[in-house]
């Protein structure tokens, strides 16, 4: 297959600094991309930071498009505009206002006007609801997301996370919700108006709340548990300073465990096999975080890394931003390109996520210049394969096979059952899935419930002759198999992408690991723990004011649930690009590289600070502030003087100090005694961007969050009483929301899929389980 999976999908990009990733998203991927942009150019190519005059994010959120020019003042151009969305496929608009606005017309105008149409309007919190006028940064969507209540010590102030990750998630989330209904739009010929909201895809796909939790966090929570607290984990991936820097290591299995008990020479405070369990190692941490400090003091990040692959122990090296882009792994997996993103200002710039039968799809040319390109298409509009207006949910009749794990493995099977796809989740009684973890009296873990409602639970040994040909039987009628195993284990438990697409030609593949594939890092065990590390997120996610060496990033999931859309939106890339070509596609997404392209705008601004170019950097403040109660904070974001300006009357002061440790100081003293929703109630009615630090239980009860329905209450009948779960990835008309199906045990349905899939009889079925090729679940189909 082509690596342009979406060549026949026309996108029409009429928005700004808000949208423009989402379409560079379409682009990578293969779709002729317009971007109108009016005679002076989008506002977005001034942006900040910029190099030589030219914005880096512009540059990089652009690229792959072409550029033409429409004057809303003109009333041919603005039928033209008509004319252009009438014949696009998507439409793509952001900000308050929106770029459409300017041409007499909205999203749902548009997506009323032309019934084909899939009008994706991406504003900071949706175009309707109490704060549909409030403004977004990343620091406010971090703080109302509960991202920001999850990050930093245990006490004092809360850290925010890198600026970019929110904005580049949102745009992830964006992507895959508008393909899903253009994917619907093809099987049924409806198309879709999406009023997506940037602060609930945060919300929904940085760091859920109610969703996935990583593997540690599942083994130490109880069910239903709404911590009003702070970070009380951050230990649970414990940095340590080595000779030339730091490294982390994660210990999740007794397996891990004892490569590391035997790395530390084996000492008697330790060998107890209570501590072949995360809950007895993290009671103890203290103490045997001291042991292996001294341990890794005195060799350097390499050998250590070395060192602990050497004993299957996860570590990685904390790398800087401008370590990770210079690394040999990222040039030698062609993850980077070097780009002019202004004349003569030549930079490393990450290409993108896409790896499609193992090539890098993603940057190919740098943005336009302003109307460089006609107002016309350059390609073909895709046909509906029907055109019966059937609603549903896009993937009805649309079957997965999924092998995959804990977050990153389990959320991509989710995000394609909520929207109609029968997914079977297989199984390995050997090798449960880490997310089967539960404290003592549980039978399901939360994360369990939340990841695999509405899938199907089916018991298999791959590994014996029998299971495989059984595994066989179903690829040859499946649409896809996902699997997030360490490179190479699914080939060699026989069934490599060669292997299954021999079995079935429009099989797709869609894998995910930590370092991708090939190349140097390709091998290493790796978390999200680890990822962060390797890529400088960790390295960002600290706080000027913290001690050196303080990083914050350890209860946070991220880049798990975006690698899982990234993922996502690659596979029904390829399933859209099979049904046109006839032949299926293997992608792989690095999560590594995933979380450098969530950064990529901070990393090119290094690259170049590196290269010793001029960088003009953004002169906003973003910084969070006592507010009344027990540990309760706010974020304000001064993105101008015009903002300090503003902040200052609501103050009821003349002026702002310059110095920024003298302003913290100034907003603390007014904040301290005052709600931290009046605060940010006051200052967003003034224009500024502001928000209360939200913790989980807060996001219930947001008014935003509640107005616009975000989330629908999922029973399961192993748990006492209902819980929050996302109703859908964003607010669809034509489209149903999720079914909520409770969350199978393993095998649960081993019995019911060996009759109604592969139509075995009940002796053969018995037969199978008594040899232990498949399992059930106390005895249930």
């Given at each position: 297959m082509s690596n342009r999976l979406l060549e026949t999908l026309r996108v029409l990009d009429v928005g700004g600094a808000e949208s423009d990733a989402v379409s560079r998203l379409f682009a990578d991927l293969g779709a002729d991309v317009l971007k109108i942009e009016p005679p002076a150019g989008s506002p977005a190519r001034r942006g900040l930071p910029s190099v030589a005059g030219a914005s880096i994010a512009f540059a990089l959120n652009n690229a792959n498009k072409?550029?033409?020019?429409?004057?809303?003042?003109?009333?041919?151009?603005?039928?033209?505009?008509?004319?252009?969305?009438?014949?696009?496929?998507?439409?793509?608009?952001?900000?308050?206002?929106?770029?459409?606005?300017?041409?007499?017309?909205?999203?749902?105008?548009?997506?009323?006007?032309?019934?084909?149409?899939?009008?994706?309007?991406?504003?900071?919190?949706?175009?309707?609801?109490?704060?549909?006028?409030?403004?977004?940064?990343?620091?406010?969507?971090?703080?109302?997301?509960?991202?920001?209540?999850?990050?930093?010590?245990?006490?004092?102030?809360?850290?925010?996370?890198?600026?970019?990750?929110?904005?580049?998630?949102?745009?992830?989330?964006?992507?895959?919700?508008?393909?899903?209904?253009?994917?619907?739009?093809?099987?049924?010929?409806?198309?879709?108006?999406?009023?997506?909201?940037?602060?609930?895809?945060?919300?929904?796909?940085?760091?859920?709340?109610?969703?996935?939790?990583?593997?540690?966090?599942?083994?130490?929570?109880?069910?239903?548990?709404?911590?009003?607290?702070?970070?009380?984990?951050?230990?649970?991936?414990?940095?340590?300073?080595?000779?030339?820097?730091?490294?982390?290591?994660?210990?999740?299995?007794?397996?891990?465990?004892?490569?590391?008990?035997?790395?530390?020479?084996?000492?008697?405070?330790?060998?107890?096999?209570?501590?072949?369990?995360?809950?007895?190692?993290?009671?103890?941490?203290?103490?045997?975080?001291?042991?292996?400090?001294?341990?890794?003091?005195?060799?350097?990040?390499?050998?250590?890394?070395?060192?602990?692959?050497?004993?299957?122990?996860?570590?990685?090296?904390?790398?800087?931003?401008?370590?990770?882009?210079?690394?040999?792994?990222?040039?030698?997996?062609?993850?980077?390109?070097?780009?002019?993103?202004?004349?003569?200002?030549?930079?490393?710039?990450?290409?993108?996520?896409?790896?499609?039968?193992?090539?890098?799809?993603?940057?190919?040319?740098?943005?336009?210049?302003?109307?460089?390109?006609?107002?016309?298409?350059?390609?073909?509009?895709?046909?509906?394969?029907?055109?019966?207006?059937?609603?549903?949910?896009?993937?009805?009749?649309?079957?997965?096979?999924?092998?995959?794990?804990?977050?990153?493995?389990?959320?991509?099977?989710?995000?394609?059952?909520?929207?109609?796809?029968?997914?079977?989740?297989?199984?390995?009684?050997?090798?449960?899935?880490?997310?089967?973890?539960?404290?003592?009296?549980?039978?399901?873990?939360?994360?369990?419930?939340?990841?695999?409602?509405?899938?199907?639970?089916?018991?298999?040994?791959?590994?014996?002759?029998?299971?495989?040909?059984?595994?066989?039987?179903?690829?040859?009628?499946?649409?896809?198999?996902?699997?997030?195993?360490?490179?190479?284990?699914?080939a060699s438990l026989g069934f490599s992408y060669e292997r299954l697409r021999a079995l079935n030609p429009r099989i797709v593949l869609a894998e995910s690991s930590a370092f991708g594939a090939t190349g140097p890092w390709s091998e290493r065990m790796g978390y999200g723990p680890l990822v962060r590390a390797t890529t400088g997120v960790t390295w960002l996610w600290t706080s000027e004011d913290a001690p050196e060496g303080s990083f914050y990033d350890a209860t946070t999931i991220f880049p798990d649930h975006v690698s899982a859309r990234i993922t996502a939106i690659a596979t029904l890339a390829a399933v859209i690009g099979r049904d046109h070509t006839g032949t299926g596609a293997h992608v792989h997404i690095s999560q590594a590289e995933a979380a450098v392209n969530q950064l990529a705008t901070a990393y090119v601004a290094e690259a170049a600070r590196a290269a010793r170019?001029?960088?003009?950097?953004?002169?906003?403040?973003?910084?969070?502030?006592?507010?009344?109660?027990?540990?309760?904070?706010?974020?304000?974001?001064?993105?101008?003087?015009?903002?300090?300006?503003?902040?200052?009357?609501?103050?009821?002061?003349?002026?702002?100090?310059?110095?920024?440790?003298?302003?913290?100081?100034?907003?603390?003293?007014?904040?301290?005694?005052?709600?931290?929703?009046?605060?940010?109630?006051?200052?967003?009615?003034?224009?500024?961007?502001?928000?209360?630090?939200?913790?989980?239980?807060?996001?219930?009860?947001?008014?935003?969050?509640?107005?616009?329905?975000?989330?629908?209450?999922?029973?399961?009948?192993?748990?006492?009483?209902?819980?929050?779960?996302?109703?859908?990835?964003?607010?669809?008309?034509?489209?149903?929301?999720?079914?909520?199906?409770?969350?199978?045990?393993?095998?649960?349905?081993?019995?019911?899929?060996?009759?109604?899939?592969?139509?075995?009889?009940?002796?053969?079925?018995?037969?199978?389980?008594?040899?232990?090729?498949?399992?059930?679940?106390?005895?249930?189909?």
């Amino acid at each position: 297959m082509s690596n342009r999976l979406l060549e026949t999908l026309r996108v029409l990009d009429v928005g700004g600094a808000e949208s423009d990733a989402v379409s560079r998203l379409f682009a990578d991927l293969g779709a002729d991309v317009l971007k109108i942009e009016p005679p002076a150019g989008s506002p977005a190519r001034r942006g900040l930071p910029s190099v030589a005059g030219a914005s880096i994010a512009f540059a990089l959120n652009n690229a792959n498009k072409r550029s033409a020019v429409l004057d809303p003042d003109s009333a041919g151009d603005r039928d033209r505009f008509i004319e252009l969305a009438g014949a696009a496929d998507i439409m793509v608009d952001g900000g308050n206002p929106a770029g459409a606005a300017a041409f007499g017309t909205s999203c749902a105008a548009l997506a009323d006007q032309f019934a084909h149409l899939v009008a994706l309007s991406v504003t900071d919190f949706g175009t309707t609801g109490p704060h549909a006028s409030w403004r977004a940064t990343d620091p406010v969507l971090y703080a109302m997301s509960t991202a920001l209540s999850r990050t930093g010590p245990t006490a004092g102030t809360p850290v925010l996370p890198p600026v970019g990750v929110a904005s580049a998630t949102a745009a992830v989330q964006a992507t895959w919700a508008a393909l899903a209904a253009y994917y619907h739009r093809l099987r049924c010929g409806a198309g879709e108006y999406i009023d997506l909201s940037r602060f609930e895809a945060v919300v929904q796909g940085l760091d859920p709340p109610f969703g996935s939790e990583g593997q540690a966090a599942v083994g130490l929570k109880r069910s239903g548990e709404l911590w009003r607290g702070r970070p009380r984990n951050q230990q649970i991936y414990p940095i340590f300073r080595c000779k030339n820097g730091y490294v982390r290591i994660c210990l999740l299995s007794a397996r891990q465990w004892r490569g590391m008990f035997a790395w530390l020479g084996e000492p008697e405070q330790f060998a107890d096999p209570k501590f072949d369990s995360i809950a007895a190692r993290y009671a103890a941490s203290r103490e045997l975080n001291v042991a292996i400090a001294d341990l890794v003091a005195a060799h350097t990040m390499d050998d250590l890394v070395a060192e602990g692959q050497r004993r299957g122990v996860p570590i990685a090296a904390v790398l800087t931003p401008a370590e990770t882009l210079s690394s040999h792994h990222f040039r030698a997996v062609g993850a980077l390109a070097d780009v002019e993103v202004a004349a003569g200002a030549g930079v490393p710039v990450p290409v993108g996520p896409f790896v499609v039968d193992g090539e890098h799809v993603g940057y190919a040319r740098p943005a336009r210049s302003v109307g460089a390109d006609d107002a016309a298409w350059a390609t073909r509009r895709s046909v509906a394969s029907s055109a019966s207006g059937t609603a549903g949910r896009p993937f009805d009749g649309m079957r997965i096979l999924d092998l995959g794990v804990i977050v990153a493995g389990g959320e991509l099977g989710r995000l394609f059952a909520d929207l109609g796809a029968e997914v079977i989740k297989i199984e390995s009684a050997a090798y449960p899935d880490g997310l089967r973890q539960t404290p003592p009296g549980q039978v399901m873990s939360r994360s369990w419930a939340l990841t695999h409602r509405n899938e199907y639970g089916l018991g298999l040994d791959l590994r014996h002759p029998s299971g495989a040909e059984i595994f066989e039987k179903l690829v040859a009628r499946a649409d896809a198999v996902f699997a997030n195993f360490k490179p190479g284990t699914l080939a060699s438990l026989g069934f490599s992408y060669e292997r299954l697409r021999a079995l079935n030609p429009r099989i797709v593949l869609a894998e995910s690991s930590a370092f991708g594939a090939t190349g140097p890092w390709s091998e290493r065990m790796g978390y999200g723990p680890l990822v962060r590390a390797t890529t400088g997120v960790t390295w960002l996610w600290t706080s000027e004011d913290a001690p050196e060496g303080s990083f914050y990033d350890a209860t946070t999931i991220f880049p798990d649930h975006v690698s899982a859309r990234i993922t996502a939106i690659a596979t029904l890339a390829a399933v859209i690009g099979r049904d046109h070509t006839g032949t299926g596609a293997h992608v792989h997404i690095s999560q590594a590289e995933a979380a450098v392209n969530q950064l990529a705008t901070a990393y090119v601004a290094e690259a170049a600070r590196a290269a010793r170019l001029l960088v003009a950097d953004h002169p906003a403040v973003h910084a969070v502030y006592p507010c009344d109660g027990d540990d309760e904070w706010c974020v304000i974001s001064l993105r101008s003087d015009a903002d300090r300006v503003g902040l200052a009357a609501a103050m009821g002061r003349d002026t702002l100090p310059r110095n920024r440790a003298e302003l913290i100081a100034a907003v603390s003293e007014w904040t301290s005694s005052r709600d931290k929703t009046a605060v940010a109630e006051a200052l967003q009615h003034a224009g500024l961007p502001a928000a209360p630090m939200n913790r989980a239980v807060d996001v219930l009860t947001d008014p935003q969050i509640t107005f616009r329905k975000v989330f629908s209450e999922m029973t399961h009948p192993l748990f006492d009483a209902p819980m929050p779960t996302e109703t859908g990835p964003a607010p669809y008309l034509h489209i149903a929301p999720a079914e909520l199906r409770p969350a199978p045990m393993p095998g649960e349905h081993t019995r019911e899929i060996c009759q109604k899939l592969l139509a075995l009889d009940a002796d053969e079925t018995e037969r199978l389980i008594a040899e232990g090729v498949l399992f059930t679940h106390q005895g249930r189909s």
